[in-house]
Every structure is written in C-alpha cells, then in structure tokens.
C-alpha cells in the first residue's frame, strides 16, 4: 500500500499541527498504524502508534500529554494531532502500517512496518 500524510509543518513554539494518513486502495483499517519521526543526523524513532481496532495506544515518553493519535474507521484514517510543540519535536514525520498484527496489538518497534509514506517535515520555531 502507499501511504499519504497530510498536513502543514511549520509552526511556532506552543502551537499544534494536525497529521492525517491514509492508505491508497486499501482498507487502513487492517493495519495497526503508528507515527515515526527523524531528526537530522538521528535515527527514525516512535511517535505514536494506534492498534487496529483503536483500543490500545502508544506514545513515546517525549510527546506523552502533547500528542494524540487517533483513527477514524468510517473515513480510513489516522490522524496525529500534535500539541504544544517544542522546537526539538521539528523532524520529518512519517506514518506508517503494520499488517501482521491481531486487533488489539500494537508494536513501536519501527522494524515490524511494512509500509510508510513519504514523510512530511514537521519544523517549530522558537
């Protein structure tokens, strides 16, 4: 599948960005789906994940209470509302989707995502 993210990336300090993704002919509701991001001369970390079925959800300790990852099952999406932001959240941000996961399961390991979109570049000033 091919992921599209959707959603402007720059913004001041203490401002929000909201993030949505969604699958090209497929049902994104299939998938479990989660948020990376990487920084310049970093690795791509966890963001964020969202289980199939909604229920269970995962943050990274550094957005917990700033960020908040949802679905809509009905519209095919997932989104990242983002909160708050500090300028070390600038980074690009990619979504992402793992197919080989039951309902209720969910994983933040980014090796187990078969599928990522394009990356956005998210940049916050101070």
């Known amino acids: 599948i091919q992921l599209q993210a959707s959603g402007r990336g720059l913004v001041q300090a203490r401002g929000f960005l909201r993030f949505s993704c969604a699958p090209s002919?497929?049902?994104?509701?299939?998938?479990?789906a989660g948020w990376f991001r990487q920084a310049p001369g970093k690795e791509r970390d966890f963001v964020a994940g969202?289980?199939?079925?909604?229920?269970?959800?995962f943050y990274a300790e550094s957005v917990k209470g700033r960020f908040t990852v949802s679905r809509d099952i009905p519209k095919n999406q997932v989104y990242l509302q983002m909160d708050l932001l500090k300028p070390e959240d600038s980074a690009v941000y990619f979504c992402?989707?793992?197919?080989?996961?039951?309902?209720?399961?969910?994983?933040?390991?980014?090796?187990?995502?078969?599928?990522w979109g394009q990356g956005t570049q998210v940049t916050v000033s101070s």
């Open positions: 992402a989707a793992d197919a080989d996961k039951r309902y209720d399961e969910l994983s933040n390991r980014e090796y187990e995502y078969e599928y």
């Open positions: 002919h497929r049902d994104f509701n299939t998938y479990a």
């Open positions: 969202i289980s199939r079925s909604g229920r269970k959800i």
